[in-house]
């Protein structure tokens, strides 16, 4: 599945983890980028024209995406509070969290590269009043 050429923003505080995240998304044809830093995530969907932000904490893991997903469904600004997101987490309970945050994919590790391809193309092709109608339904 070809990704659209949409941009990416990674958020994993795992260098490691989140280059070869980018790397497979990259491949897949999407403009990926990784970041460590909460803000700048926030801050390249607010002025950077992103269009999925994939939330992978290892450290602090799920309640670390959770706060990331919350934080932008809480923008006051729509192309903030509208972009689409998926996290990776570990655990079923994790992906309830992740979920009833607002996130519009959840994928629990280990996830083969493919999955996460399938699921940032789902995303970024979804209108975003059919993301948010999906989320009030849960």
Do not use: K, Q, Y
Not at 16 to 43: I, K, M, P, S, W
Not at 84 to 110: E, I, N, T
Not at 113 to 121: D, K, N, S, Y
């Amino acid at each position: 599945m070809a990704g659209t050429g949409a941009r990416v923003v990674v958020v994993d505080d795992h260098h490691d983890a989140g280059h070869t995240v980018c790397a497979v998304l990259g491949a897949a044809g999407f403009e990926a980028v990784t970041t460590r830093d909460v803000r700048a995530a926030v801050d390249a969907v607010a002025n950077e024209g992103v269009a999925v932000v994939v939330a992978a904490h290892g450290d602090g893991g799920a309640p670390r995406s959770t706060a990331l997903v919350h934080e932008l469904r809480s923008a006051p600004e729509p192309g903030t509070r509208d972009v689409s997101v998926v996290v990776l987490v570990d655990d079923a309970g994790g992906a309830d969290a992740a979920l009833a945050a607002g996130a519009d994919s959840v994928l629990v590790r280990p996830v083969e590269a493919e999955r996460i391809v399938e699921a940032v193309t789902e995303v970024a092709a979804t209108d975003a009043s059919v993301r948010a109608a999906r989320r009030r339904s849960r």
